[in-house]
């Protein structure tokens, strides 16, 4: 009888234990079953946003440098299809790549080190060719793709179309190069004012002082032209300094020089690697121009018309030699040639050391 009770209990225990496990089933099978709808209903929600949204969203297959994923909005930025992508390569598409700094890089570049893992965040904007033939801008911002084992296998990113901002960009940066421009051009003569002449002294005074190579400076000052004021007025004064500033400029021809109103009625010009003869007979050429130009200046001591002193000098710069050195021998030049009657060039050299 006793036999037959434990063997009851032990029945009932293995029942109740047999009805804990099929519960436990059970409870496991409906949370299963809640995660896979979950995950479905997580995906059919990526793929809505994935397909209706104007970017691109993708997966990068480092292996084969393939797409295991690509938006089909692909189409509309592009009109190639994530196939046609596949096929044809990305890479191909792109004419000009930039990074956030608008620095030029190389698609070959970008695939070793996103290979490399060295990519890490990244952003680049791409010009490409549509299939239609146009250019657009797109913007890359993709991150790492790793494993359950933390290995590198990709990356994952969204492509968008940048191309309003970049116009936007090229704008301002036009705009910022002309206010650039404005700030070193005097506004009466149109040539360099006296700020754009230091700074691009001193940048030509260390490039040919690091390469040993001659650098020159004509002053040129407009004879009597205070005498020229009180006779036709500050309006004909202006025009009288335009038609100078415009003389100079068409007698110094090279990009590589540069003409400057120094101050007042006096001009710059300065000619980098040029020696003394190149020197001097521009600054000739300079003052025979202004001289043709035929300006009536019935009060000026060197002749009827108006007229133009200039100093020249030529050096080649030394370590503890500086620019002012080359201003210097310029201006006296300038000034020995207006002592001697204007309407004449002199050269002043640097003294040699004894």
Same mark, same amino acid.
């Given at each position: ?34 995660? #896979?709808?979950?995950? &479905? ?19 990068? /297959?480092?292996?084969? &440098? ?14 190639? +299809? ?11 598409? *792109? ?10 890089? !190389? &698609?070959?570049?970008?695939?070793? #080190? ?6 890490? @965040? ?23 793709? /790793?494993? =359950? ?12 179309? *940048? +191309? ?8 301002? %940066? ?6 650039? %421009? ?29 390469? %040993? ?7 040129? $000052? ?8 009180? +006779? ?20 110094? /021809? ?11 009625? #006096? ?6 690697? +040029?020696? =003394? ?8 050429? *300079? ?6 130009? /035929? ?32 201003? !210097?021998?310029? $201006?006296?030049?300038?000034? @020995?040639?207006? %002592? ?6 002199? &050269? ?7």
């Amino acid at each position: 009888m006793r036999d037959e009770k434990k063997s009851k209990e032990h029945l009932i225990r293995e029942l109740n234990e047999l009805r804990a496990r099929v519960a436990e089933l059970e409870a496991g099978r409906d949370g299963h079953r809640r995660v #896979e709808e979950a995950l &479905m209903q997580s995906e059919e929600r990526f793929r809505f946003m994935a397909e209706t949204t104007g970017d691109v969203l993708y997966q990068l /297959k480092y292996r084969h &440098m393939k797409y295991d994923y690509m938006s089909p909005s692909i189409r509309k930025l592009t009109g190639y +299809t994530p196939e046609e992508i596949n096929e044809l390569g990305f890479a191909n598409l *792109i004419e000009t790549i930039e990074d956030v700094g608008e620095n030029s890089l !190389s &698609m070959d570049v970008i695939a070793r #080190e996103r290979e490399a893992g060295k990519t890490g @965040e990244y952003h680049a904007d791409y010009l490409v060719r549509t299939k239609e033939g146009k250019l657009k801008w797109l913007g890359d911002h993709s991150f790492p793709w /790793k494993d =359950a084992s933390g290995n590198l296998i990709g990356s994952v990113g969204i492509l968008s179309d *940048i +191309t309003e901002r970049k116009g936007v960009e090229a704008t301002l %940066r036009e705009m910022n190069q002309e206010l650039q %421009r404005l700030a070193t051009l005097d506004g009466l003569t149109q040539v360099a004012n006296r700020r754009k002449f230091d700074e691009f002294l001193g940048l030509e005074w260390r490039r040919t002082r690091r390469e %040993r190579l001659p650098l020159s400076l004509i002053l040129c $000052d407009v004879d009597h032209f205070k005498l020229y004021n009180d +006779t036709f007025g500050h309006p004909a004064g202006d025009g009288c300094l335009l038609a100078v500033a415009q003389t100079i400029s068409r007698c110094v /021809k090279r990009p590589m020089d540069l003409v400057a109103r120094y101050g007042g009625e #006096e001009f710059a010009v300065v000619l980098p690697n +040029t020696d =003394a003869h190149g020197a001097l007979f521009i600054a000739e050429n *300079i003052r025979r121009e202004i001289h043709n130009l /035929k300006i009536p200046h019935p009060q000026s001591s060197a002749g009827s018309y108006l007229t133009t002193s200039c100093g020249v000098s030529t050096i080649v710069p030394q370590d503890g030699c500086p620019p002012k050195t080359l201003i !210097s021998l310029a $201006d006296e030049g300038l000034y @020995e040639a207006k %002592r001697k009657g204007r309407n004449q060039v002199v &050269m002043r050299h640097q003294a040699l050391p004894q």
